[in-house]
């Protein structure tokens, strides 16, 4: 009797089990960490071929400096994508927060000459402090009045945008001490430059929330199911309007670093912060749907938005055609969001 076919047989069902194994293994990888990681890659072989600055230490410190003001407003976004909302008004907070920072430093410089650094606290004080007004507005307005956090935050940025241009005129704001820009703009603190260095802090402090405290769980919690978590006895209004307050300090003090590396007070910049700072978030894994992500995964994804930028620009894109870059990165991160809530629901269902 010829066993030859048997054993064939045999082979070939061994083949197709590890075929299936290798293809679940992968499946479960590509739910866990997304599919950033391989667009990184393929970025980075990219731009290194076909510029020879883009690997320099120079290109890369500068590319990391760059990145920080992103990963703040971004990690700020997660707080309230993992909520089931999102945040609009990133980039008039960025604007106002500048706006009004660089007013009153310039003006308590102007009364104070020799006080710069009780100027400089000021004014990033009154910069912060008009970011977290405009996001208990928003969080009021999501949490108590049901508005839809699209409208809310829309409005509040367009509301917010036509502030900083009245209050300006649409002209920059001068007058700031040197020392603001030489320290937050431009400085190093123990051998980092000073964006970066804060971005560090921020990341630190961000992940310390939402992985060890109880506030962290309940915006997760918020996100997976607000009904069910209002039921277990957690108070949504109060963690939705944390979760805009949080997000408002973190672009608002991206906005008071960016103010330092301008050395002037602007009231159009941050325009395109919401659409960077969401498309950093999805691609990294953040769920729209509310309950999913992880900082260190924004982090990575707003380095990779800064990456493609900083690549293009060595490449000599023209910055109309990486708009629609960035545009098509952000729905195919949302395509990718939803293959992987589907491959979860899958093999959560096995």
Do not use: W
């Not at 990963?71 to 960025?94: H, P």
């Not at 960077?276 to 309950?291: K, P, T, Y």
């Amino acid at each position: 009797m010829n066993s030859e076919p048997v054993k064939a047989s045999s082979q070939g069902a061994d083949l197709g089990a590890s075929k299936g194994q290798f293809a679940n293994r992968m499946t479960r990888l590509f739910v866990k960490v997304g599919v950033l990681p391989i667009l990184v890659v393929i970025a980075v072989a990219i731009f290194a071929s076909a510029s020879e600055n883009f690997l320099t230490a120079r290109n890369l410190l500068n590319l990391l400096r760059q990145s920080s003001y992103l990963v703040m407003v971004s990690i700020g976004q997660m707080f309230v994508l993992l909520t089931a909302g999102f945040d609009l008004s990133v980039g008039t907070i960025i604007a106002l927060s500048s706006v009004v920072g660089a007013t009153t430093m310039a003006a308590t410089y102007a009364a104070f000459p020799e006080s710069v650094y009780l100027a400089i606290l000021v004014g990033m004080a009154a910069g912060v402090a008009v970011g977290l007004v405009v996001g208990f507005i928003n969080g009021i307005g999501v949490a108590h009045f049901q508005v839809s956090p699209f409208v809310m935050t829309l409005g509040i940025s367009s509301i917010g945008f036509g502030i900083a241009l009245y209050m300006t005129g649409g002209s920059p704001v001068y007058g700031m001490p040197m020392e603001f820009g030489n320290t937050f703009g431009f400085g190093n603190i123990f051998g980092l430059p000073t964006p970066i260095l804060v971005a560090l802090l921020m990341t630190i402090f961000a992940m310390a929330i939402v992985n060890r405290t109880r506030l962290g769980r309940y915006f997760y919690a918020v996100g997976g199911n607000i009904n069910a978590a209002r039921l277990s006895g957690i108070n949504t209004h109060k963690t939705l309007i944390l979760a805009y307050l949080l997000c408002a300090s973190f672009a608002a003090m991206a906005g008071m670093l960016i103010t330092a590396r301008l050395d002037t007070g602007e009231a159009n910049i941050g325009a395109a912060m919401p659409l960077e700072s969401i498309a950093a978030c999805v691609i990294a894994g953040v769920s729209l749907r509310g309950g999913i992500g992880r900082v260190e995964h924004v982090v990575l994804g707003a380095v990779f938005i800064s990456l493609v930028q900083n690549g293009m620009n060595l490449t000599r894109v023209e910055s109309y055609l990486q708009t629609v870059v960035i545009g098509a990165l952000l729905i195919f991160a949302v395509i990718v969001d939803q293959i992987r809530i589907r491959l979860r629901a899958k093999l959560g269902a096995h």
